[in-house]
């Protein structure tokens, strides 16, 4: 979804320019939406997916958090194909009221917010080429959609994510959308979550990513922290490689509890006046789950 390749661009400190500057492509609804065109992917690109659908599939049952599954399962997600946007819509309507849209590859960050606040979530029509099968860094609709969507016939996630449109629409007031796009990235994008003794899955960037679906959980290189809405909004992510630092959920309740009941207008202020941490940083009051190696992300670096 545009809203990644945003949080990317913000990375490169580009947000700003991009929102002024974005131009509507011709063909483009006022919000932004376009049609997704089910009917021009080649046999090909089916095939490209039902591939990539396959090898997730095989291997999150154990590590991706139960209503993830449910998800594929109640949206009929497990049938071969790239999904129809019309009839996933209809499935998601019935379940927690979201619908998928097709836009084109960035939209403005009010756009975004303004669609999830009114549970609709836009996703990229495009699907990588065969070369980018086990890296890219524009979401495609492999990401957007068996990233993101399974977890929207969720209740409770998808509440979240309604509640996080509308945070947005606030937050762009308050300039602070670099703190509040921290929070989307370690949670809706690359976010664990805690079930008795195991850590799961959930973020869709971990999810829809072969690689990082095994790094997230099995590496002794990233740190695994509990989940601190203040401190999550200060730490720094890579956009270029696998996380160095997951935060770990309780539950989805208490996720968006935690989110829903803070006011972040004196978060934000505080914010300002606090520094910022570095992507592998690990502070004397985080919650430990695993403190990382580093190993892989100082290897990769030297390269
Ligand atoms: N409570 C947040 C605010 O005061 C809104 C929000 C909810 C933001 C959930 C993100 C996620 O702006
Ligand atoms: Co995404």
Known sequence: MSYHSGLIQQAAAVTIMADVTLQRPEGAAEDWSIPQQWERYSPAEHALWDHLFERQAGMLPERVVPEFMDGLKLLRMTRPGIPHFDELSERLMKATGWQVIAVPGLVPEHVFF??????????????????????????????????HVPLLANPVFADYMQAYGR?????????????????????????????????????????????????????????????????VMR??????????????????????????????????????NEAELSSDAVLPGDRIYTRGTQAYARARAIK
């Open 167 to 231: 945070g947005g629409l606030r937050a762009h007031g308050f300039g602070s959308l670099t703190s509040l796009a921290r929070l989307y990235w370690y949670t809706v994008e690359f976010g664990l979550i805690r079930q008795g003794d195991a850590l799961k899955l959930y973020g869709a960037g971990i999810v829809s990513s072969y690689g990082e679906s095994v790094f997230a959980l099995d590496d002794s290189s990233p740190n695994r922290l509990g989940f601190d809405l203040a401190r």
């Open 235 to 272: 730490t720094h992510y890579r956009i270029d490689d696998f996380q160095q630092t997951y935060f770990v959920i309780d539950s989805f309740e208490d996720l968006l509890r935690q989110t829903i009941e803070t006011d972040f207008a004196p978060l934000y202020a505080r914010l300002r």
């Open 114 to 147: 303004e669609h999830l606040a009114n549970r609709r979530f836009v996703a990229g029509r495009f699907i990588r080429s065969p070369e980018q099968r086990d890296y890219l860094q524009e979401p495609d609709v492999f990401h957007d959609v068996f990233g």
